[in-house]
């Protein structure tokens, strides 16, 4: 017998699990600020110069009580001048929101069923403010590169991000890495120093799917009731298929690493060296960035994590995020790394909750050549809505469509990937 997920394309798939888990539901109880944001801006240039982005003729400069991210990147050499460059992310917004901070707390505790003195409020508070925080469109971001190097970044977009392609230079301490810092008033705060990875045009380098942890099993009611879940799961155990998980794991749970994995991503630094570039690739908004960020360097090898931009000043938009269109987003996100490092020779890791296959195999076919392996770890660890039958085979035979079976492969003990990577490095080295 056929069942129903083996034959949906990764968007029915997300549109029918959020269906049965009633997402729409629990994003309507949920605090939207972005509305708020939008219909309190005062001036038509206040409203109209943010959309122009880097055209922005009127920007605003960091204040001292902003708060100001500066995203790791990585630089690439530019095919036709032959000159290095790399993509730089920077957001801004204010350090205190103008919602109540304890409403937004409130809102999200009684969501996932907290009692009024639960010990999880403090963490909530702290890792909510990326959300509520008021995003400051139109802002320009000064920032020094490798010591010598002046960088703008921006102005940003109306969601208060900007991306400019920008010449970058190496350090002379080392080769590999060049640090970035932003140049801000005494005041502001942030992610004010980032790295920027050196990646020479060929070599090996590494698609990871997700950045999540481990969790228990999903409210028995799709209601907004207590019980555990999580975000992403690749390299941090998570559940996608519930909102109320989703909620706990991104506002309450201390996150875990996939068991198994950060050994193997060490083992694949040990084959590939220390010069191969590391593609964090997630689904998860950008509000996330430095909750994410501070997860890798624990637990993984130092890489570009890219998240989507869909959320600010939204909690709702957190659960939309991470599960509507991701096999769009993730396509999208890596032809823009393939136009970067063409040349290189990829391995592609991810798991089986979502769009991950499908995403994977369609880039194959792409871009013939360019992806070398996909592995995929079969999620079975989790209570998951659906997760047996997004783990049949017919399904991972549909997604890989066109794919040598010798270029893919499903696991679930992560050890019993190190002999199926060497013998790919070793015949493609």
């Not at 997920?5 to 994003?27: G, L």
């Not at 208060?160 to 810092?181: E, H, M, R, W, Y």
């Not at 028995?220 to 941090?236: E, F, G, M, V």
Request: hydrophobic share 35%; glycine share 6%; charged share 25%.
């Amino acid at each position: 017998m056929v069942s129903l997920f083996s034959v949906m394309s990764p968007d029915e798939m997300q549109k029918h699990t959020r269906k049965q888990r009633r997402f729409d539901d629990v994003e309507a109880e949920l605090p939207n600020y972005a509305k708020a944001s939008k219909a309190s801006s005062p001036t038509l240039p206040a409203i109209s110069y943010p959309i122009l982005g880097s055209k922005n003729p009127l920007p605003r400069s960091v204040a001292a009580d902003d708060t100001v991210w500066l995203l790791d990147n990585t630089a690439y050499k530019n095919p036709e001048s032959g000159n290095w460059e790399a993509e730089f992310v920077s957001a801004v917004f204010a350090q205190h929101p103008s919602c109540t901070v304890l409403d937004a707390v409130s809102s999200v505790g009684k969501g996932i069923g907290l009692s009024d003195d639960d010990p999880s409020y403090p963490t909530i508070e702290e890792r909510i403010m990326p959300f509520i925080q008021d995003i400051h469109p139109g802002t320009k971001v000064q920032a020094l590169q490798a010591g010598t190097n002046s960088l703008k970044l921006g102005p940003g977009g109306r969601n208060g991000i900007s991306s400019d392609v920008k010449p970058v230079q190496k350090s002379n301490d080392n080769p590999l890495v060049a640090p970035t810092f932003a140049q801000v008033p005494n005041g502001a705060n942030g992610v004010l120093e980032m790295k920027t990875f050196f990646a020479e045009p060929e070599g090996w380098s590494v698609i990871s799917g997700k950045l999540a942890n481990r969790n228990a099993s999903p409210p028995k009611s799709p209601r907004l009731t207590a019980n555990a879940l999580d975000i992403d799961d690749t390299i941090k155990v998570t559940m996608t298929s519930d909102p109320i998980g989703i909620l706990k794991s991104t506002f309450t749970d201390t996150p875990q690493p996939c068991p198994g994995m950060p050994e193997l991503y060490k083992y694949i630094v040990s084959l590939i060296k220390e010069t191969s570039p590391f593609f964090y690739l997630s689904a998860s908004p950008y509000n996330l960035y430095p909750f994410l960020r501070d997860f890798r360097q624990k637990y993984y090898p130092h890489g570009t994590i890219i998240l989507r931009d869909s959320s600010w000043m939204s909690i709702p938009g957190l659960l939309s995020s991470i599960t509507l269109g991701t096999e769009q987003y993730k396509v999208g996100r890596m032809d823009r790394i393939r136009e970067w490092l063409p040349k290189r020779k990829f391995i592609c890791i991810g798991d089986s909750t979502q769009a991950d296959p499908e995403s994977y195999g369609k880039i194959y076919r792409k871009y013939p050549g360019w992806v070398k392996l996909i592995l995929i770890r079969k999620v079975t660890d989790i209570a998951a809505l659906g997760i047996e039958s997004k783990n049949e085979p017919k399904r991972f035979n549909r997604a890989f469509k066109g794919v040598p079976r010798e270029r893919w492969h499903v696991f679930e003990d992560a050890a019993e990937c190190r002999a199926i990577i060497q013998k790919m490095v070793a015949e493609e080295s």
